[in-house]
């Protein structure tokens, strides 16, 4: 939702994080990525978990072969 309660993206999303540098962190089927504004994933829900940016980075977790990988 925006600032004023109307929808921006489709609701088919398990959680959804703040939108920072036009990039939102999305949950589906318990992986993450990020979307932008019209709902498209910009960065491929691949992830184990995957916080919002800040000062333009962000942390993401991957799991590979049972390593957890900070990327």
Not at 5 to 30: C, T, W
């Amino acid at each position: 939702m925006d600032h004023s309660g109307s929808m921006i993206i489709k609701d088919n999303f398990q959680g959804v994080g703040d939108f920072q540098n036009n990039l939102a962190p999305v949950e589906n089927r318990g992986m993450h990525g990020y979307i932008n504004k019209n709902g498209k994933y910009i960065i491929k829900n691949v992830f184990t978990t995957a916080d919002s940016f800040y000062m333009d980075l962000a942390v993401l977790h991957l799991m590979e072969n049972g390593a957890n990988w900070m990327k």
